[in-house]
């Protein structure tokens, strides 16, 4: 089996995929060694797949003057690489692809040339367009690489789509998988049930990226009658922007996931350590502030830990909201079991060595 074909194959089983951030120095420019630390780290944390130029590696990135999205994906792709070599591992390499078909098709393109699996078409900045448009956009883009649907949340730009948008998106060949990160239930079970019912249903994996239910997403089964059949779905992996920190505790709590998933009975700890992880994510997303703040809420944990040099976003203007450094505190205080600061210890000054810091 080829490794393209070995990678969607985990993908469709199922498996923890940080969305990664960007490292950026003093001056706000790329911080290649910064950037190959962090994914030494996510690597040697246990991830099945790494999905960048997303939304936590920032948009900016495809601005001219700013003119990172090709290196970004050059930097990733080659650390991913030499991670296989060494470790003898298949990782699944995933790519942002957004703006209008053209442009989305031109950096799927791009992806593939630089060896990804699978690009995650963003909706975002395109609710000017009918669904039917960015059902063709999403056809277009199937062509040249296979395609993870996505639900983006309406409070960072993203819309609502009808029941039928996502039975039209689960009849497109090379859909492979759906991300769905709408933040609400009845969005969410819209997804599942199109999936579950949809002819191509074995042929597509359900990822969530709902950071603010992700371990009651990862728990459930989801059942639907129609014409006396029973049709059974569930999310067999996570694609979260949450888990590009306290990495190494997000695979643990996966895999916890996974082995109670098909038990008669969930132990009642679980629904505890569901909300435990959500109330992490509250602070590290600022969403306090409408999410204002969640791209530098991430990089602050990196900060602390000695994984980023500083939290800073490509905007000046992006920064930690008022109150959120001590909402970070208050849940590290609060749930220091979830946090992986003693893995990163350990294993920190290896991977600097590694990247030449």
Not at 92 to 107: N, R
Not at 161 to 181: G, H, P, Q, R, T
Not at 188 to 199: G, I
Request: contains cysteine; aromatic residues 8%.
């Amino acid at each position: 089996m080829k490794r393209h074909e070995k990678a969607l194959k985990i993908l469709s089983h199922g498996t923890v995929i940080p969305a990664t951030p960007l490292a950026l120095d003093r001056e706000r420019k790329l911080n290649e060694k910064g950037l190959r630390l962090l994914m030494n780290y996510y690597l040697d944390s246990g991830v099945g797949g790494i999905a960048t130029a997303v939304h936590t590696t920032q948009f900016e990135i495809r601005k001219p003057e700013i003119g990172l999205f090709e290196p970004v994906l050059k930097i990733v792709s080659d650390e991913i690489d030499r991670y296989e070599a060494r470790s003898g591992k298949v990782i699944v390499k995933i790519a942002g692809a957004c703006g209008p078909a053209e442009q989305a098709v031109t950096e799927a393109t791009l992806a593939k040339t630089y060896g990804y699996d699978a690009v995650l078409l963003s909706p975002g900045g395109l609710n000017h367009l009918s669904e039917e448009a960015l059902l063709e956009r999403t056809r277009a883009v199937a062509k040249v690489m296979p395609v993870i649907g996505f639900y983006l949340q309406t409070a960072v730009g993203g819309r609502v789509f009808s029941y039928d948008y996502w039975e039209k998106l689960c009849a497109i060949d090379n859909l492979v998988a759906i991300k769905c990160a709408s933040f609400n239930r009845y969005q969410t079970l819209d997804v599942v049930r199109a999936t579950a019912l949809s002819e191509r249903s074995e042929n597509i994996a359900l990822y969530t990226g709902n950071d603010d239910n992700i371990i009651i997403d990862l728990l459930s089964r989801y059942q639907f009658e129609q014409d006396g059949k029973t049709y059974e779905k569930a999310f067999c992996g996570g694609l979260l922007g949450h888990w590009s920190v306290w990495t190494r505790r997000a695979v643990e709590l996966f895999d916890l996931t996974q082995a109670e998933k098909y038990k008669d009975h969930i132990s009642p700890s679980l629904l505890t350590l569901a909300s435990e992880v959500t109330d992490t994510n509250a602070a590290f997303f600022d969403a306090a502030n409408a999410f204002s703040g969640c791209i530098a809420g991430v990089h602050e944990i990196l900060r602390r830990q000695g994984l980023m040099e500083n939290n800073f976003c490509l905007n000046p203007l992006e920064t930690l909201s008022a109150g959120q450094a001590a909402e970070i505190e208050r849940v590290y205080r609060m749930h220091p079991q979830l946090n992986d600061d003693d893995f990163v210890r350990t294993h920190l000054d290896e991977w600097k060595r590694r990247v030449g810091m």
